[in-house]
């Protein structure tokens, strides 16, 4: 790859005025600067467009604001975006996030210094609304920790990425060339997940554990870190223990049917696309949508009918649940 590759930034808005101009300026911020900025809005209905039309005027580096005439959703706008880029490497953005300064320009380091790779996300800082620091960092909020990001490192991202999604998009570049990963994407899978797992399994995705982003956490956000400690607490306060219970045996439910359709539907791909039935995805994907149909019909039954069940998948629990064997006290006592 040469040194004068060319950043694209694929951003998607909808409904955005708060957060997209600290947003914009932090991009503006970058030692490396974009050769672009492909904005598409999804139809926002306040001053969104305003404001990207307005840092455009000033912008160090060419921007392109696409009005979608009609409402893509979170995925097609993504996928709409990623399809206009021009540049050699893609950088996906979010509206309502904060980039450091030196983000693009380590993350084309990386590029250039591994040229097998055909992806690279890395870690950040979680913000609150105010862009102050919570002293959490977005892979914990995920619980990729130490051994999870050793065997990332050591070839084993697939398996990894088969428990949970531990690539943020806001955090993620690709190379041009990934582009037609997203051609197969299934309508029950994110873009992020989606590329993260295909470029893990077709080519090479690296995972850079410097803090590159401010994620914000907020009660707007498509997709939100996990629940924390402080909110749980508060809630059983608000509502009981046996209110608790029942929702978090909503929202696991919740959980194991969209991993069902997700690999339900990866398999349907793989199958399309003439996989061979030894390939090692095709077989994996099958494993998790099992687990994952398995577990959302346990949660539906008595706790004493499910301890069977629960026991003789330990090994399933162990290697497709995001909490590994908690995960199975988990569906023992909900």
Known sequence: MREDVRFSIAMCTYNGEKYLGEQLESIA?????????????????????????????????????????????????????IELCTGELIALCDQDDVWYPQKLKKLKELFLSNPSAAGVFSNGDLIDSSSRLLGKDLWGSFQFDTFDQMNFRSGQAVGVLLKRNVVTGMAFAIRSS???ELLAMPSSWNHDAWL???????????????HLVGYRVHGNQQIGVPISLKEKCSYILSHGISGYIQLSRDRNQKEYRENALQFDALQVCLEKLGISSDDHLLIEAHAKAEHAHRGGALLSLSRLRRLPT??????????????GLNAAFRDLVL
């Not at 160090?60 to 005439?69: A, G, K, L, Y």
């Not at 993260?196 to 410097?210: D, G, N, Q, S, V």
């Not at 026991?311 to 995001?322: C, D, E, F, I, Q």
């Open 196 to 210: 993260a797992l295909m470029l893990a399994a077709h080519a090479r995705l690296i995972a850079c554990p410097e």
């Open 178 to 180: 990934s582009k037609n």
């Open 310 to 323: 629960v026991l003789g998948h330990l090994r399933s629990y162990k290697k497709y649940s995001p909490t």
């Open 29 to 81: 911020r970058q030692q490396q600067l974009p050769a672009e900025l492909v904005l598409c809005d999804d139809c926002s209905s306040d001053a969104t467009v305003s404001i990207a039309e307005r840092f455009a005027v000033e912008s160090p580096f060419p921007v392109r604001i696409i009005r979608n005439p009609k409402n893509l959703g979170y995925r097609g706008n993504f996928a709409q975006a």
